[in-house]
T-cell receptor, first 113, second 110 residues
Framework: DGGITQSPKYLFRKEGQNVTLSCEQN?????MYWYRQDPGQGLRLIYY???????QKGDIAEGYSVSREKKESFPLTVTSAQKNPTAFYLC????????????FGEGSRLTVL | KNEVEQSPQNLTAQEGEFITINCSYS?????LHWLQQHPGGGIVSLFM???GKKKHGRLIATINIQEKHSSLHITASHPRDSAVYIC????????????FGQGTRLTINP
């Protein structure tokens, strides 16, 4: 079955550590996105990529980094520079720019201890 | 003021009731999405609209471009409809991007 797989589902990190969240899709979608969700707020865009080897900053990119070496994969690294990293992170993809139907992963919940 | 506002923020109803969730936006858009987020956190796309009305099972979504307003209706609601419903719009002015509402938490009691 086609879909988006995020891992891990839950992750604990000590302050000062970098962590990488995985996002893999087998939908043959060109566009992939990373969103952050905090309680009481709408999803906010961290980074997006419309094609392999290219990505753009979203509204809250500071403290995060991404890569898009393969069409299927769009990992997100939460660096120690991110001041408030505890959040729920969602990866999404669409066949093209956000006017296409969005497909989401199950999310990764990161807690910084 | 947020570019996308949903109402109500929370809604509790009895099984079988007709449910309406509203989404208003203040900017020009090319498309509007209705999404459903289950308690585990995963999100499913319900509808993508640019005009008119769409129906899927017990769910109906409408959009009025002139009034900058969309509604999501659920007929014959069921406890399994309990979820957070999110409206998102693709803005075409300035930096083109998808902007999300805060979500409406729906609880259907048996």
């Amino acid at each position: 079955d086609g879909g988006i797989t995020q891992s891990p589902k839950y992750l604990f990190r000590k302050e000062g550590q970098n962590v990488t969240l995985s996002c893999e899709q087998n939908l043959n979608h060109d566009a992939m996105y990373w969103y952050r969700q905090d309680p009481g707020q709408g999803l906010r865009l961290i980074y997006y990529s419309q094609i392999v080897n290219d990505f753009q900053k979203g509204d809250i990119a500071e403290g995060y980094s991404v890569s898009r070496e393969k069409k299927e994969s769009f990992p997100l690294t939460v660096t120690s520079a991110q001041k408030n990293p505890t959040a729920f992170y969602l990866c999404a993809s669409s066949i093209n720019a956000p006017t296409g139907e969005l497909f989401f992963g199950e999310g990764s919940r990161l807690t910084v201890l | 003021k947020n570019e996308v506002e949903q109402s109500p923020q929370n809604l509790t109803a009895q099984e079988g009731e007709f449910i309406t969730i509203n989404c208003s936006y203040s900017v020009g858009i090319s498309a509007l999405h209705w999404l459903q987020q289950h308690p585990g956190g995963g999100i499913v796309s319900l509808f993508m609209l640019s005009s008119g009305k769409k129906k899927h099972g017990r769910l109906i979504a409408t959009i009025n471009i002139q009034e900058k307003h969309s509604s999501l209706h659920i007929t014959a609601s069921h406890p399994r409809d309990s979820a957070v419903y999110i409206c998102a719009v693709f803005i075409i002015q300035g930096a083109q991007k998808l902007v999300f509402g805060q979500g409406t938490r729906l609880t259907i009691n048996p």
